[in-house]
């Protein structure tokens, strides 16, 4: 589908608009309407369900400042290499992410590679400007917003991942929680990156979301407990298959991926599982994901292991979760910029804990909901079947004429139910108006209080899924609501 016409339908219905619309917008960021925020905290919910409330180690959430100071960036190599290669035309002036332009114009894969080694492909492929110019030399870009704070200015940036307050929080959280190994860190919060060429609407973002777990553990620690994730078999898309340009996904076990050092424990394994579990909640079925055996040039040299999850857009594959062996990198390189030591004891042995980073993109897994919940009927109408459970707005209650007294009952059942559910009732227009609306906005069970209603206590509820409609008695509709939800 287009994005231009998803995103004028989704501003239309309240999901997301562009931050400062009316001052002619700004690229890059994007404003949760009122249902867009309904949708993002449902999915953050079923989030800590499955990685907090049913995960079978302790997390811990965090919730840090946005800012980080310079040294912390120094540490974990942020401000030095977190850049992207960009090039200018030298007649217009137009700037472009060097590596987006060799792979769209040579369909070539340049991650990892040096700048120098772009300005030879660019030159040896004759690679020109839309208008005829030619570039100039392949030059950094700093990703970091910078800022400057008290009366000094001194520098401090807007953090550009949630992880690294987690690794400075660790001894925190360790000494303060009580916390044994193996333990997580959970963070949810913003994070902001100056992208040269934000794009592709919620993929890349100047500010967006993310929901990171630093999990600690002692390297050695075998994870018995976990056993059962073994046998279980997850799509995955193998490094030589990406350099044949297959796209042969395999089934494999968690056992053969750990065999063939994919991934380098059942823990790693127990994270790739719970994250196919989450989508599938949420609404994206498993033949839309694929997990990405990251290629050599593209492993950060701090990682032992990296696997993305991408699903299926209507653009392409695309990465919204990273997920990665970080192993004892970040903790010692804040251990050595702090001069604070770092370390746990364990039976008498002073260690420093390995970390397996699972890196969820909130804004990317919204837009993933939002393109497989959109159907369009064919005839320029369209609407959103989510899933009850992360439906903004659960029902919508509608007495079907506003006279004998069934505006009152549908008001009464209103009042009852917003208790429980995110609820609307609604009197204008008839009720198939009133239907196709709720429809359009993804509202799972509409509820019509009729002439039956005040004969015997009933009233029917619909399903947006099946458009079938059934009879309840009023006061079973919370727990039969409960139950459908
Ligand atoms: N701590 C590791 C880390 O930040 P990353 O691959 O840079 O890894 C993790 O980011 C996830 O964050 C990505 O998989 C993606 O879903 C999301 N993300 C990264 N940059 C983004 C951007 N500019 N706009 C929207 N989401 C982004």
């Known amino acids: 589908m287009n994005v231009k016409k998803l995103i004028d339908i989704l501003e239309k219905r309240g999901f997301f608009y562009q931050t400062a619309e009316i001052y002619g ?11 867009g925020v309904l949708l993002k905290n449902n999915i953050i919910k079923i989030f800590k369900e499955v990685f907090v409330d049913e995960f079978p180690y302790k997390i811990y959430e965090i919730e840090a400042s946005l800012f980080a100071p310079s040294n912390v960036l120094k540490a974990s190599g942020h401000l030095e290499r977190f850049y992207d290669p960009i090039i200018e035309c030298e007649k217009c002036k137009s700037i472009f992410r060097a590596d987006h332009l060799i792979e769209e114009e040579l369909n070539m894969n340049v991650e990892g590679i040096s700048l ?32 400057f704070v008290g009366a000094k200015n001194d520098e401090i940036y807007l953090r550009p991942e949630t992880a690294q307050h987690i690794f400075v929080n660790f001894l925190n959280v ?55 994730v073994l046998k279980e078999k997850i799509p995955i898309y193998k490094r030589e298959e990406q350099r ?19 991934i380098p424990n059942k ?23 694929r997990f990405r055996h990251l290629l050599e040039e ?79 009927n ?13 439906a903004p707005i659960k029902v919508a209650i509608f007495p079907l004429v506003n006279k004998d007294g069934l505006a009152e009952i549908a008001e009464k059942i209103f009042k009852d139910l917003k208790k429980e559910f995110e609820c609307i009732i609604e009197f204008k227009d008839s009720i198939g108006k009133r239907y196709a609306r709720a429809d359009e906005i993804g509202i799972p069970f509409c509820i019509t209080c009729d002439y039956q209603t005040l004969e015997d206590s009933t009233v029917t509820i619909r399903d947006i899924a099946t458009a079938k409609q059934k009879r309840l008695a009023i006061n079973e509709l919370k727990e039969s609501l409960k139950k459908l939800i």
């Open 244 to 262: 044949k340009n297959s796209n042969i996904v395999e089934k494999i076990s968690i056992e053969e991926l750990i065999e063939e050092k994919i």
């Open 25 to 35: 917008g700004i690229s890059g960021f994007f404003d949760l309407g009122p249902l």
């Open 174 to 228: 360790y000494n303060s929680m009580r916390a044994k190994l193996p333990f997580g860190i959970l963070q949810i919060g913003k994070s902001f990156r100056n992208e040269i060429s934000p794009r592709q609407f919620l993929i890349r973002l100047r500010e967006f979301s993310q929901a990171e777990i630093e999990f600690f553990f002692n390297p050695n620690y075998e994870f018995s407990e976990i056993d059962f």
């Open 116 to 147: 120098e080694k772009m300005d030879e492909i660019i030159k040896k492929n004759n690679l020109k400007c839309k208008c005829g110019g030619n570039f100039s030399q392949t030059k950094e870009f700093k990703l970091l917003f910078k800022s």
């Open 378 to 390: 064919g005839r320029g109408w369209s609407y959103f079947l989510f899933k009850p459970k992360i």
């Open 267 to 289: 823990l790693f394994g127990l994270f790739l599982l719970k994250e196919i579990e989450f989508y599938r909640i949420i609404g994206i079925e498993e033949d839309k994901i």
């Open 298 to 376: 593209e492993t950060p040299f701090y990682s032992k292991s990296n696997v993305d999850l991408e699903i299926k857009f209507d653009f392409g594959w695309k990465e919204v979760v990273g997920n990665a062996y970080r192993t004892d990198y970040d903790l010692k390189q804040h251990s050595k910029y702090s001069n604070k030591e770092i370390f746990v004891v364990e039976n008498g042995k002073k260690f420093v804990p390995h970390v397996i980073e699972p890196s969820f993109g909130i804004e990317r897994t919204i837009y993933a909901v939002l393109q497989n919940s959109f159907i369009e």
